[in-house]
């Protein structure tokens, strides 16, 4: 099998070459099967590049990123087919619906098997959306999605055969967030008085970057020690760099963009926030546990499956200043309570996240034959997204 003529060649077709959650993990995935000697892997972004491509081509994973133009591109099916062919993949995992459209009809075209994974059921819920979806899945050998929620959502809402599904999670490397060295506090021009919160994120609005500014106002003005790093990138930079402007917070919160020392800059900060308004199952939370970081973050989504409250961290309602500002004053206030809380997430993520788990489930979809018979979809297929 070491034989790299005997290897599994594998792609991964995601959103972009960035940082979010889902392309991380497809990352991951990538590099860990890459270390087994057993897989040729790559990574494919359908919209663009990004800080990916550096850390892919440091690691010896190919990739590659495309250009999207519009919803259905069927140029870009056309290009993804012909890399997949001339590569000779035999496996394609996609990653979200749209990249399921572009990479699933690609992988299709050329005969390889497509393992699909959902990542939340809130992108989902439209009725053109899930018609869409219902087609696509017959292009599939499985569907997996990283909570039991998402899979039930798959199953009772959009009508996906159970036979088809499987959950499974999401899982972090535990070692390198527990074994991380903080950066100096002088790296921020702070010191070790103040009590830093860390947020890594997107800079999008459905992760909810506004209200935590709104609710972080309220709290320096009776916790002047509190700091805030934002780690992330998107579309809203901006504008969230304007109203901690106004809000007055430029000696309190710093904006970092990117990053690919996530693990270090989770040691450096005292507790965790994610306020999103809508989410799945967010790896960046699972990745502040394992550092051993209390978590304040939203009652949405399959999280409350993750924090535990009071026991690893506290929930909030959504889009609600008031509370956030409360749990994240109770967390500042409590040094005992905080430390309680990261080294019981810490355990948790060890037993139940680690990303062995998530690796070894995985392979085991790529490796066995197609085990879900499917009707011939090809005319199905084209018919069908006329009609969406």
């Given amino acids: 099998m070491n034989d790299s003529t005997s290897n599994i060649r594998l792609a991964q077709i995601i959103y972009a ?28 972004g359908i919209a663009h590049g990004g800080p990916l491509a550096p850390l892919l081509a440091a690691d010896g994973i190919p990739s590659q990123a495309f250009a999207r133009r ?24 996609t990653h979200h ?20 994974t959902e990542h939340d059921s809130h992108s989902l819920q439209g009725a053109r959306t899930q018609r869409l979806f219902r087609v696509l899945a017959c292009l599939t ?29 999401n899982g972090v490397l535990v070692e390198t967030f527990e074994n991380a060295k903080p ?9 070790d008085r103040d009590v830093v919160i860390g947020c890594v994120a997107r800079l999008e609005a459905e992760k909810g970057h506004s209200v935590l500014l709104r609710a972080f106002h309220q709290l320096r003005r009776r916790l002047a020690q509190a700091k805030l ?9 901006g504008a969230l760099q304007e109203q901690a402007r106004e809000l007055g917070l430029n000696d309190a919160v710093q904006f970092l963009g990117p990053r690919s020392d996530v693990p270090a800059l989770l040691a450096s900060c005292d507790l965790f926030v994610l306020p999103s308004l809508k989410e799945g199952v967010p790896l960046s939370i699972l990745e502040a546990m394992a550092a051993g970081r209390a978590v304040v973050a939203s009652r949405v989504g399959s999280i409350p499956q993750i924090v535990e ?52 489930a995985y ?23 006329g009609e969406i």
Wanted: glycine share 10%.
């Fill in 363 to 385: 392979r085991k979809l790529y490796e066995q034959s197609p085990s879900v018979s499917r009707p011939s979809v090809g005319r199905v297929a084209s018919r069908s997204l």
């Fill in 309 to 360: 409250e009071g026991k690893t961290g506290f929930l909030v309602p959504a889009d609600n200043v008031d509370a956030l500002e409360k749990a994240l004053a109770g967390l500042i206030s409590d040094a005992t309570l905080r430390n309680n809380l990261g080294r019981n997430g810490w355990m948790i993520v060890r037993e139940r996240y680690h990303f062995d788990r998530t690796i070894e």
């Fill in 97 to 116: 619906l749209g990249q399921l459209l572009h990479g699933g009809l690609a992988a299709k075209l050329v005969g390889a098997k497509i393992v699909h």
């Fill in 183 to 191: 950066l100096p506090r002088g790296a921020f021009a702070w010191n």
């Fill in 70 to 93: 519009g919803r259905v591109d069927f140029s870009l099916i056309a290009r993804l087919a012909w890399r997949l062919r001339r590569d000779g993949i035999q496996v394609v995992h």
């Fill in 229 to 237: 790093l934002i780690v992330g990138d998107g579309s809203l930079k």
């Fill in 141 to 169: 050998d499985r569907i997996t999605t990283v909570a039991d929620p998402v899979t039930a959502f798959l199953r009772d809402q959009i009508g996906i055969p159970a036979a088809k599904l499987q959950t499974i999670a």
């Fill in 17 to 44: 070459l960035c940082l979010g959650g889902s392309e991380v993990l497809a990352w991951r995935l990538a590099k860990s099967l890459k270390g087994s000697a057993q897989y040729d892997c790559s990574l494919f």
